[in-house]
């Protein structure tokens, strides 16, 4: 029962951290005049916990479940949180149309890093890097991003210095839980795979990747639900990007990462016509209703049917 209760431990401790992350960079961007839409892609996009996971994963020889931080939270977020907010809360699609164009070539680029030769070496996680960088700039400037603060909003941040301190120490509070919630997250996973005969592909594809991304759904049903839907959006569309390039960029940058044959033939494609699809939605549809929710959690209990098939 050990690793059970570690793995728990790890992922409860890394949701609760990264929670405390997130209203720590809230707190110290509310300072910048950017769009709704653009700091919902940056900041619910930026998963600290999915990277010091999936870094850790793959620094401790565990490379199927550093993938799962990527591949399998992509997948999760994209049909099983995205579905299970719009169950809850019907969105409007209220994003640039040029977004959607972002998160392609952001799928692109991640196919050819690891669909060419099954391995991301450690130049294609630089390049997946410098890739990000100019594609959350872009999506910078096609979001409405400058935005006119008044004179009473700006003195009343420059009378509050403690909530900017407070903000600080959530930042650093939420990077050291991570931290240790990945290592027992590693530890829980490694002791699973040993003692169960479970593979890593598994625990990493399902399992991890599911744990680390529940947050999703109340990053996105939360402004949802105050009529904020481009932040909602924003967090699909940011995380996508974010995950895609930037999270495995650097768990490569870390150590070249090579892809079990399983994830070839079907995770990464999987998660390639997720993205599409997804992508098709917000062009076509002007307001996502529950049906849409509904077949979003369809499809991801059909990914889960078919991992626990190969289990």
Request: charge should be neutral; charged fraction near 15%.
């Amino acid at each position: 029962m050990v690793p059970i209760i570690l793995l728990v431990v790890g992922i409860g401790i890394i949701l609760w951290s990264a929670e405390r992350l997130t209203d720590g960079v809230l707190g110290v961007a509310a300072s910048f005049a950017v769009s709704a839409f653009f700091v919902g892609a940056l900041v619910s996009g930026f998963e600290p916990e999915n990277l010091v996971t999936g870094l850790v994963a793959n620094f401790e020889g565990l490379p199927q479940v550093a993938l799962g931080t990527v591949i399998g939270s992509a997948v999760f977020m994209l049909l099983g949180g995205f579905g299970a907010a719009l169950l809850i809360v019907p969105m409007k699609v209220e994003i640039p149309r040029s977004a959607i164009l972002v998160m392609m070539v952001s799928l692109l680029l991640f196919g050819l890093a690891l669909l060419n030769d099954g391995r991301v070496s450690r130049f294609e996680g630089f390049l997946l890097l410098v890739a990000c960088c100019a594609l959350m700039f872009r999506l910078y400037q096609t979001s409405p991003v400058l935005l006119a603060r008044s004179t009473d909003e700006l003195e009343t941040s420059k009378e509050k210095p403690s909530s900017r301190s407070r903000a600080l120490l959530l930042v650093g509070l939420g990077i050291l839980g991570t931290i240790v919630g990945a290592e027992l997250l590693v530890q829980g996973a490694t002791g699973v795979i040993q003692r169960f005969g479970v593979s890593e592909t598994f625990v990493g594809m399902t399992i991890v990747g599911l744990g680390e991304s529940l947050e999703e759904t109340a990053r996105m049903v939360a402004p949802a639900r105050r009529g904020r839907y481009e932040v909602a959006l924003g967090n699909v569309v940011g995380t996508t990007i974010i995950l895609l390039t930037l999270n495995l960029g650097l768990i490569a940058l870390l150590r070249p990462i090579t892809a079990d044959p399983w994830v070839l033939k079907f995770h990464a494609p999987y998660l390639i016509a997720c993205v599409v699809f997804v992508g098709a939605l917000l062009l076509v549809v002007k307001r996502l209703e529950r049906w849409a929710g509904g077949l979003l959690i369809m499809l991801y209990l059909l990914y889960l049917a078919i991992n626990v098939t190969y289990l």
